[in-house]
């Protein structure tokens, strides 16, 4: 059960299209809920106000740990290509490809 559960937390972060769907329904769920605290007077409420400050606590850090993971990736990927030298692939690629065009004819 574990490492289901894992392996489903795992898809998900790595689905940056359901993470973005995720976060705007919650901030919808959230916007609603405005009137509806002052409404029901929920606002008044210690308890509602703390779970509302716990969520907006963990929401901040959730939402800064994925923006460094994006920024993470981002410097991988700028490392590989400083690493490649693309324009020296594509000139023995296209040299190959000549070489095997003379030996056919």
Known sequence: MTSV????WA????????MRRVNG???IFWIVMIPISILTH???SV???????LWALVSGHWSAWQAARVEV????????????????QVVERMVKETEVRRERT
């Open 5 to 8: 559960v894992k392996s489903l």
């Open 11 to 18: 898809s998900i972060q790595g689905d940056p299209v359901f």
């Open 25 to 27: 329904w919650l901030t």
């Open 42 to 44: 929920w606002i008044s």
């Open 47 to 53: 308890t509602y106000v703390a779970a509302l400050s």
């Open 73 to 88: 990736n981002q410097q991988a990927e700028q490392k590989k290509r400083e690493r490649e030298d693309v324009p020296e």
